[in-house]
């Protein structure tokens, strides 16, 4: 039998994530890896999804996604970023994140068009902009003044007559960057110059820390119209394994991605969006304390990793921590990935995986900080045995 795999998809196989879970099962290892909180979200919002299964919310919801979930997403919009959207047209909602950006690139792509990312980049997207059988380009984002960055010029040099839409993610994973005005600026002039549209990833976008500033591309001028907005549940409420994210965009655009999305899921998850919706609305206080307990588990990893004698740099957002492996006399991320729960019982995902230039991340190791204090003082326990 030939190989039932198309071409396209075989670089993939299994994702890093479940490979290092697999591994962390298998030794008994303290999973920093995977960034999925061992916490669950706010209580009366779990309670408000029993309350719908239990009162009969079990059937298809509308294909656009609840209209009470629609219409907190248009609030919340409106409220916290000052951005109107229509929640009859302009909104829709995915199973989560990832189904939106496949959704967006499978709808904006025809074969051999090109899409932008900044590496590393969250895996999906490159498995995204494979099944439309585009091309994506990777622009580097590089160390510079302690936080990952990229190079105007090396951006504008990936645009091409071929090149259909730019994904941002920001808050940043897996780097914890935040982009800045002038950041986005510079990303927001590409697009328009060149008539791209942005796919912008900011399920991260209420875990920003130390004051800085989460921007939304949409407001700058001139973006609203060419931005495709994708957001969460999952990260925002403690909630991952409820899969339920939302799109936000132009009526033209929204009506495009939704053409594809009702073939791969038609729709999402009923009990979810209830829920969701009343946290929109009821549970920013429970977000606002979230982010603060994050932030001091962020500097309680951190201040570990570096006595541990990681080189570490200071994530501005996310749940991730990047270091540096190299003061430790390591040089290959991937080898060192694997070694560690032999090494220190802990596991981590070596950041080269997600570049098309690995050697750009060969140095990285990124840690996940969303865990009880308890769990992240003993894998800092178990660390410092590296040194």
Same mark, same amino acid.
């Given at each position: 039998?030939?190989?039932?795999?198309?071409?396209?998809?075989?670089?993939?196989?299994?994702?890093?994530?479940?490979?290092?879970?697999?591994?962390?099962?298998?030794?008994?290892?303290?999973?920093?890896?995977?960034?999925?909180?061992?916490?669950?979200?706010?209580?009366?919002?779990?309670?408000?999804?029993?309350?719908?299964?239990?009162?009969?919310?079990?059937?298809?919801?509308?294909?656009?996604?609840?209209?009470?979930?629609?219409?907190?997403?248009?609030?919340?919009?409106?409220?916290?970023?000052?951005?109107?959207?229509?929640?009859?047209?302009?909104?829709?909602?995915?199973?989560?994140?990832?189904?939106?950006?496949?959704?967006?690139?499978?709808?904006?792509?025809?074969?051999?068009?090109?899409?932008?990312?900044?590496?590393?980049?969250?895996?999906?997207? &490159?498995? %995204?902009? $494979? !099944?439309?059988?585009?091309?994506?380009?990777?622009?580097?984002? /590089? #160390?510079?003044?302690?936080?990952?960055?990229?190079?105007?010029?090396?951006?504008?040099?990936?645009?091409?007559?071929?090149?259909?839409?730019?994904?941002?993610?920001?808050?940043?994973?897996?780097?914890?960057?935040?982009?800045?005005?002038?950041?986005?600026?510079?990303?927001?002039?590409?697009?328009?110059?060149?008539?791209?549209?942005?796919?912008?990833?900011?399920?991260?976008?209420?875990?920003?820390?130390?004051?800085?500033?989460?921007?939304?591309?949409?407001?700058?001028?001139?973006?609203?119209?060419?931005?495709?907005?994708?957001?969460?549940?999952?990260?925002?409420?403690?909630?991952?394994?409820?899969?339920?994210?939302?799109?936000?965009?132009?009526?033209?655009?929204?009506?495009?991605?939704?053409?594809?999305?009702?073939?791969?899921?038609?729709?999402?998850?009923?009990?979810?969006?209830? &829920?969701? %919706?009343? $946290? !929109?609305?009821?549970?920013?206080?429970?977000?606002?304390?979230? /982010? #603060?307990?994050?932030?001091?588990?962020?500097?309680?990893?951190?201040?570990?990793?570096?006595?541990?004698?990681?080189?570490?740099?200071?994530?501005?957002?996310?749940?991730?921590?990047?270091?540096?492996?190299?003061?430790?006399?390591?040089?290959?991320?991937?080898?060192?990935?694997?070694?560690?729960?032999?090494?220190?019982?802990?596991?981590?995902?070596?950041?080269?995986?997600?570049?098309?230039?690995?050697?750009?991340?060969?140095?990285?190791?990124?840690?996940?900080?969303?865990?009880?204090?308890?769990?992240?003082?003993?894998?800092?326990?178990?660390?410092?045995?590296?040194?």
């Amino acid at each position: 039998m030939r190989e039932p795999l198309v071409r396209r998809m075989r670089e993939f196989g299994t994702t890093v994530f479940a490979t290092m879970t697999k591994l962390a099962v298998e030794t008994g290892s303290i999973n920093l890896g995977q960034g999925f909180p061992d916490t669950d979200g706010p209580e009366r919002m779990l309670e408000r999804a029993a309350e719908a299964v239990r009162g009969g919310l079990n059937q298809y919801p509308p294909g656009p996604g609840l209209p009470e979930l629609c219409q907190a997403v248009a609030e919340h919009r409106k409220q916290w970023y000052g951005l109107s959207y229509d929640p009859d047209g302009e909104i829709l909602v995915t199973v989560g994140a990832t189904e939106a950006i496949s959704a967006a690139v499978l709808a904006l792509c025809e074969p051999g068009d090109e899409v932008i990312v900044f590496e590393p980049y969250y895996d999906s997207y &490159a498995a %995204a902009v $494979a !099944l439309a059988g585009a091309v994506r380009r990777a622009v580097t984002l /590089r #160390v510079d003044g302690g936080r990952f960055t990229f190079d105007p010029a090396e951006l504008e040099a990936a645009v091409t007559p071929r090149t259909r839409a730019i994904l941002v993610n920001s808050p940043h994973n897996p780097t914890g960057t935040v982009f800045t005005r002038e950041e986005l600026e510079c990303v927001a002039r590409v697009c328009r110059e060149h008539d791209l549209v942005a796919v912008t990833d900011e399920v991260y976008e209420h875990l920003a820390f130390d004051g800085v500033e989460h921007v939304p591309l949409a407001t700058l001028p001139g973006m609203r119209e060419r931005t495709i907005m994708i957001s969460s549940a999952g990260k925002t409420f403690s909630v991952t394994g409820w899969k339920t994210g939302w799109v936000c965009a132009p009526a033209p655009l929204i009506g495009a991605v939704r053409t594809v999305k009702q073939f791969l899921t038609y729709t999402a998850s009923a009990p979810w969006q209830a &829920a969701t %919706a009343y $946290a !929109l609305r009821e549970e920013m206080d429970w977000v606002e304390a979230q /982010r #603060v307990a994050l932030q001091a588990k962020r500097d309680r990893l951190m201040a570990g990793l570096e006595e541990a004698g990681f080189g570490v740099l200071r994530p501005a957002g996310t749940y991730f921590v990047q270091t540096d492996i190299r003061p430790l006399g390591f040089t290959d991320g991937l080898d060192l990935a694997r070694r560690l729960p032999e090494l220190a019982g802990v596991v981590a995902i070596p950041t080269q995986v997600f570049y098309d230039h690995p050697d750009r991340g060969r140095h990285f190791l990124r840690f996940a900080f969303c865990k009880r204090d308890e769990v992240i003082d003993e894998a800092v326990t178990r660390l410092r045995r590296l040194s």
